[in-house]
């Protein structure tokens, strides 16, 4: 399998960095293009080819991801709508806020459309964890559903949903990400009031959360109920708690997500 990448910024380059850190698709069969010579120079010295070009990037390739941002998208599709071949390549978008509608107005070429996916993952596809959403467009068959998922399977896990969900996916694991990030700076700086250097304050939090993490996947146990296993009655963990609930924790949260949402 062939894929290219078109636009090799933040999130068109992690996703770059995670298949060629994995083990699904041979750096040989893995192509971008920028317009940016450093941007080139970088990724062509991780082992895969680099072009300038849109068009020779989406000539070939079994899959072709557009990871561009949102106002470049109508551009970049038109720019490559003659060199795709409608009955073997499959067409990926990356980029919130782009609806199918305006992608099929785009795309439509002697009354038929290209297999396309709506797709958001994080930054975090470049280390193989991203939590990636997945919306086939009506042309896509079960069979390329199938090709999309595996592959993003191999850099991280994947919902397959609709595009009405989109944007509250991407609030909760894309913009999500930064939410979380947030919260290791903000027990970080705790962790330095409570007398620990920076760096250890850091790697305690970030280890910390792993650990988290790795409890309710292993366990599949309800958050509050893995909660419970460590307050015990009268305890720090308790006074804690209470007093970020007191200061609106979970409700700030739930109003960020919102926000992000709209």
């Known amino acids: 399998m062939k894929i290219s990448i078109i636009g090799a910024g933040a999130m068109g380059g992690a996703m770059a960095e995670g298949l060629i850190k994995g083990d699904y698709i041979q750096n040989e069969d893995i192509c971008i293009s920028d317009p940016s010579r450093q941007m080139r120079d970088k990724f062509s010295n991780m082992g895969i080819t680099a072009t300038p070009s849109n068009q020779l990037a989406a000539q070939g390739a079994d899959i072709v991801c557009v990871v561009v941002k949102p106002w470049l998208v109508e551009s970049v599709l038109k720019g490559i709508k003659d060199v795709l071949d409608y009955k073997q390549q499959i067409l990926i978008v990356v980029a919130a806020g782009v609806s199918s509608s305006d992608i099929q107005t785009w795309m439509t070429k002697d009354g038929k459309m290209i297999p396309t996916f709506l797709l958001i993952p994080n930054i975090a596809i470049a280390q193989l964890q991203s939590m990636t959403f997945i919306v086939p467009l009506p042309d896509a068959t079960p069979t390329h559903t199938e090709q999309v998922k595996a592959l993003f399977d191999s850099m991280g896990e994947t919902v397959i949903t609709e595009e009405n969900h ?73 006074k804690g708690l209470n007093e970020m609930e007191h200061n609106g924790f979970t409700s700030s949260v739930i109003k960020g997500l919102k926000a992000g949402a709209k």
């Open 166 to 238: 989109l944007a509250a996916g991407t609030t909760l694991a894309s913009c999500g990400i930064a939410y979380a990030m947030r919260y290791i700076r903000a027990a970080s700086e705790g962790g330095v009031e409570l007398g620990f250097k920076a760096d250890d304050a850091k790697q305690i939090v970030m280890q910390t959360m792993k650990g988290a993490v790795a409890l309710l996947k292993e366990t599949g146990l309800h958050p509050e109920a893995a909660i419970d296993l460590v307050t015990t009655p009268g305890g720090v963990t308790i």
